[in-house]
């Protein structure tokens, strides 16, 4: 079987020499035409310039970022150009503010003087930005009051809050930006994180700042105590008189030996004041629905202590003879 022959094509050393040579022509050209280039005025271009917003930093705060560059055209040497718009050892152009709180801006046309000459040799051509813009706040300190947030307790079944919530210190002092400090109106909402509360509260919160204030507001104070009293409120019931007022001799109940029953929820400290009064169901004509000729029954007396006092029934039906 005759063998197959490889193919051995290859590039000859002389012409591998001739390649090289031709590659570092064209390479020596290329570098010298662009070194030739660089040297050259009056080219243009855009860069955004590095600038820095410079302002007294113990009496005002950034709300939120300032700018840090502004886009502008500039001509001149090709090497000026190059390491401005690659940012090689550019120095940032620097803009004082002396009062910043009072104008949440600056227009670019008052900075074209000195621009220009901070970017000299190169030649400022244009700003293509109309202003720069900034938040920049003056930093005060204002005390708030502590205001318990309902939303991170629960009371266990039956239990109430008595009095007022008391803070230990009673108000807080916070620093930071004057914009931030009055959205807050005066107030400083606390946590408790405590659920099914059953018995009365004293406890020492570790403050910290919302995080939405986006880590711009200090608290003066570390700790805050919170207290307040608790009592239950008992569930009982009762069986009331019924007592009838205005009812003309023609009218009476459907139901005459109808039971009447309250349930009610009492305050603990209450509950042998209780046991004092004696309750009635007070039906009164006058006060009757005349469309379905029904009448509501009234519990009396009402005392303060009483809760979610409920009447069993609560309307009850008239006969006319």
């Not at 239950?232 to 008189?241: D, I, P, Q, S, T």
């Amino acid at each position: 079987m005759p063998e197959n022959k490889k193919s051995t094509k290859r590039i000859s050393p002389k012409k591998l020499s001739n390649l090289k040579v031709v590659v570092l022509c064209i390479a020596a050209a290329t570098t010298f035409w662009i070194l030739n280039a660089l040297n050259k005025d009056d080219y243009n271009t855009i860069v955004d310039f590095p600038v820095e917003i410079i302002y007294d930093q113990t009496q005002f705060v950034a709300v939120s970022s300032v700018p840090k560059t502004l886009e502008i055209e500039i001509s001149g040497n090709g090497w000026d150009l190059l390491r401005k718009y690659f940012n090689f050892n550019n120095t940032a152009y620097p803009i004082e503010l002396s009062n910043p709180p009072s104008k949440n801006y600056i227009l670019t046309n008052d900075l074209k003087r000195s621009l220009g000459e901070f970017l000299s040799p190169t030649q400022l051509v244009s700003v293509l930005q109309d202003s720069l813009k900034f938040n920049i706040n003056e930093i005060k300190s204002i005390k708030v009051t502590p205001v318990l947030d309902s939303t991170s307790f629960s009371m266990a079944k039956n239990f109430r809050i008595i009095d007022q919530i008391t803070f230990n210190p009673a108000t807080i002092t916070l620093i930071g930006p004057s914009s931030i400090l009055d959205s807050l109106k005066g107030n400083f909402i606390i946590s408790l994180d405590e659920n099914r509360i059953n018995k009365s509260i004293t406890k020492v919160i570790t403050l910290k700042a919302p995080e939405e204030l986006g880590g711009l507001v200090e608290i003066e104070q570390e700790k805050i105590s919170v207290k307040f009293e608790v009592i239950e409120f008992l569930e009982g019931n009762k069986r009331l008189k019924i007592k009838k007022l205005n009812f003309p001799n023609t009218v009476s109940l459907v139901d005459e030996d109808v039971a009447i029953k309250i349930s009610y929820l009492v305050d603990e400290r209450k509950s042998s004041e209780l046991k004092e009064l004696e309750f009635e169901a007070i039906l009164d004509y006058s006060k009757r629905n005349r469309e379905d000729s029904t009448i509501t029954v009234q519990v009396k007396p009402m005392p303060v202590f009483l809760e979610q006092v409920v009447a069993e029934p609560a309307i009850l039906k008239l006969k006319y003879e």
